[in-house]
């Protein structure tokens, strides 16, 4: 039982490692993302069916949102994957988000984005984080990638908090260069030390993704 609750250093994957499937987690964190993208997709399509064609750039959103957070999260798990329990606890929270965001699709829709949105993201953000952080104390050789990662992550959750208080004629523009922005952060965060991913494992996992989301709309 002690053994189960002892929280194990993260290493550093070998990207050449054979035999490197998706695990379990990983899938289930996939149910999760395509149950939110269905929500999302299930918004659009009643915008369009009353033929209303603002719902798109609601939809975007919504799914960038939660694109991005699944890529976040897809990369760090190609890269380290500790799989402990305090591994398994930051998922789930990052589910949570998702499934937060998925609750309360319609409020995007008729709101546009709102405090629960960010909260979801909020909460997605600081479980990515505190992945960072054990790398940052645990690898030395990924302090940087595992720095930058952090400052990125917390400093575009912030200007989603800021964008929430900003006039509604900057907001629209606002959001743009911040999806611009998140866009970037991770070409900028990854470009020293992170060449320990698996690229087997990242085409395994994008292409599971959009085969999730096609089974359960079949």
């Known amino acids: 039982m002690i053994g189960r609750l002892k929280i194990k250093p993260i290493q550093a994957r070998n990207p050449n490692e054979p035999n490197r499937p998706s695990t379990t987690l990983e899938l289930l964190f996939d149910l999760a993302y395509v ?30 949102i939660l694109w991005n957070a699944w890529t976040s999260f897809t990369w760090f798990a190609s890269g380290y994957d500790p799989d402990d329990w305090f591994y398994r606890l930051s998922v789930m929270f990052q589910m949570f988000g998702s499934l937060m965001i998925a609750a309360n699709i319609h409020q995007f829709y008729e709101q546009g984005l709102t405090w629960i949105g960010v909260t979801g993201y909020a909460i997605m953000r600081l479980a990515s984080c505190s992945q960072w952080w054990r790398v940052y104390r645990q690898v030395p050789d ?17 200007l989603w908090i800021i964008w929430l208080f900003l006039p509604s004629v900057l907001q629209t523009p606002a959001l743009f260069l911040f999806i611009a922005a998140e866009l970037l952060m991770p070409v900028w965060a990854r470009s020293e030390q992170f ?23 079949s």
């Open 195 to 217: 060449d320990n991913w698996h690229p087997g494992h990242i085409a395994e996992r994008y292409g599971l993704l959009p085969l999730s989301y096609w089974v359960r709309a």
């Open 35 to 64: 149950i939110a993208v269905a929500a999302a997709a299930a918004g659009f399509y009643d915008r369009l069916s009353e033929h209303d064609l603002s719902g798109f750039l609601t939809f975007i959103v919504a799914f960038f």
């Open 142 to 158: 990924h302090k940087k990638v595992a720095g930058r990662s952090m400052v990125g992550l917390l400093t575009l959750q912030a």
